[in-house]
């Protein structure tokens, strides 16, 4: 017998045993009950089932927006994989064609696995005796992609990408069944979404941004093979790299086969082949260091978005769940800022941003909670390289300031506790009063010092001897009296002041403010009532807001829309089992509408407007915010010891402002009683502009009952 023959026979027994090891594959996937029976059958095939029908239902990861209340100004976005979902309708057919070509010649005809694929791998893995082809169809990608972006473990992650036969063939039959749940149409869209392209540039959207500044409804057979061919391997055929000669390779790779399977004529081919790959790279912006130059201060705004973000159920269990739906969620977020009340607060701050005293202001919506301004003089910046050496005399040498340039919530919403708020605690204690029926009228002969028996023997002193003397709310309020507040204080209740200011939405940040808030301590609180609790402009002027809306109180708002990736709005469950709108203003009743309305009009005092009801005793402590502001206004100035900090929170019937100033790194270094106009001119120069063109507002009268 002739070797010839024998040798022949040799060479082709692999390629025979290829073929039939494919098919035997193939036949398996398509039959998987064949081998199997009873209850492990069924529910193989159950699992199999609901895997195939999470995956016909799952959506990449994709980008949020955060936008100026006009909901077109983009300000930034958040992203971990930068992807905007777009439809096919909205995507030009040569990027279809051009993937098509790039990765799987036979998508429309397969069913999801190609067999001559597949017989084509195994002839060529078992002739290099090893893995040197694949046999993923486009189907079979797109399954491993959404199998990788839907893991919630890092365990379900390897098992998605790790490279054996077994996940392999499990991609193949998942890819068979998807293909009955999904048209051609459907998977060519979702691969075109998932694909990576990369540059950070994660589905056709980003990589027709980032790569070339358009959208994809735009793209040339050029620019389309090239995006194709980065798809097999996107750091090797990186067109932006130095040398574009494996980019120019590839892409003409591309070129040739759509020209092959009739996507392109052969001229129009060997055109495009010849033209060099021309390049519009784009950087996304991602996260509040992004924001604007133009809209620097608006940074500051975002890290508060993101703290409000990070503490909602709404988005997940824990701040991490959160974030990663912020980045990976595809929301569309409109803030509730007003740019012109914005504009108005970045102007009339009163210390620029080389001073090491902070001055900031926040402004908030009465009746909604929604935050109107937030302005610092700070520059929003990671880049503290310039910023001179901490005034604090135990950090250490290498420790910068928190100027001019920072990222720290100085206004309230972080993990910072705040700054002591003098006198404008007095609220509390004066809305505690009139709530549990004290009328406006009780009076009270205070004298320079008190000595108070209930809070320890603790004996506190006005600022002037001229508050000695009969005062009632209106003028003991109007001339932040000490002494008549701790009287009331002891009247009411420290407890009762402190758990209403928690009602109010204050939180306590430090050991200190904690254990004397405990319920072992509260009581004995009479310091309260002074301000020596840290506090953050945020939280007083919601405060603040709450008595400007007869009592309601609504919880902090950044947003005044936040809306899924398919345009409806972002929705969560109450523990009632209500659906309610995340960005909707959650409110509730803190005290009675008559009690704010009474509290509003002693409030009125410090202000130097006239109060409806009542008088204030012939002089207030900043009087001319009513001649600034030109309509009627309540508010209160607070100063702590040595005016290390120095405050002022005003309000009208549509907004409410709170300002200070003080130095954040060291709250020893004083401020001055020479500064301490600073907050009061702000808030009232910002409720002027904010308020220029509107129409005027009254404040509601108390009723007699609670005048007295």
Known sequence: MSNRPLAAAGRTVPLLRAGLIAGIVIAALAYPLVAVTGLGAKATAHATESKTRLLAKALPAETSYLYAPDGKTMLTMFYEEYRQYTKLSDMSPIIQQAIVAAEDSRFYQHKGVDPKGVVRAFVANAQASGVSQGASTLTMQYVRMALRDSATTPKEVQEATQQTSLRKIKEMRL???????????????????????????????????????????????????????????????????????????????????MSQLGYLSPDAAASAKAEP???????????????????NSWGFICDYLKNWWSSQPAFGQNRLERMDKLRRGGYRIVLSID??????????????????????????????GRVKAMAVNRTYSLDLSENPQSSNPEAGPKVKANYPNTVAPLLGGGDLPGYQAGSTFKMFPMLAALNEGMPLSTSFNAPHRYQSAIFDGWAPTNASGAMTGM?????????????????????????????????????????????????????????????????????????????????????????????????????YTTASGISREVAKPRCR????????????????????????????GGWSTADSVRGTVGRPVAGKTGTTDSTRSAWFVGYTPELAAASFISDPDNPFNAVGDGQSQIPVNAVAETLRDALKGKPTRQFTPPSDAIVG
């Open 589 to 616: 009743q803190v005290v009675t509408p008559d009690a704010a309305r009474a509290a509003t009009d002693a409030a009125r005092c410090p202000t130097g407007d006239t109060p409806a009801r009542g008088g204030c």
């Open 339 to 368: 740019p012109k009340i914005q504009e108005a607060a970045e102007k009339n701050l009163g210390a620029g941003t080389g001073s090491p005293f902070a001055n900031g202001i926040v402004l908030s919506e009465p009746g909604t």
């Open 471 to 571: 005062q009632t709310m209106w003028s003991g309020f109007g001339k932040s009296v000490n002494t008549y507040f701790v009287w009331l204080e002891e009247r009411v209740g420290a407890d009762k002041a402190v758990r209403l200011a928690e009602q109010l939405g204050l939180r306590w940040r430090t050991d200190v403010d904690r254990e004397q808030a405990s319920p072992s301590k509260v009581k004995k609180w009479g310091a309260f009532t002074l301000g020596v609790s840290d506090a953050t402009p945020l939280e007083m002027a919601n405060a603040y807001a709450a008595v400007a809306a007869d009592g309601r109180y609504c919880e902090a708002m950044p947003v005044q829309g936040i809306f899924n990736r398919d345009g409806t709005p972002a929705t």
């Open 277 to 295: 790959i021309r390049l519009k790279l784009t950087n996304p912006p991602n996260d509040c260091a992004a924001v604007p130059e133009k809209f």
């Open 175 to 257: 890819a068979l069944d998807l293909e009955k749940e999904l048209s051609k149409e459907e998977i060519i869209e979702r691969y075109l979404n998932s694909a990576y392209f990369g540059h950070r540039a994660y589905g056709i959207y980003a990589a027709s941004e980032i790569f070339f500044s358009k959208t994809p409804k735009d793209l040339t057979p050029v620019e389309a093979a090239t995006l194709a061919g980065l798809v097999k391997s996107p750091s090797q055929y990186d067109p932006a790299s130095s040398d574009q000669k494996e980019a120019t390779a590839r892409r003409n790779y591309v070129l040739d086969r």
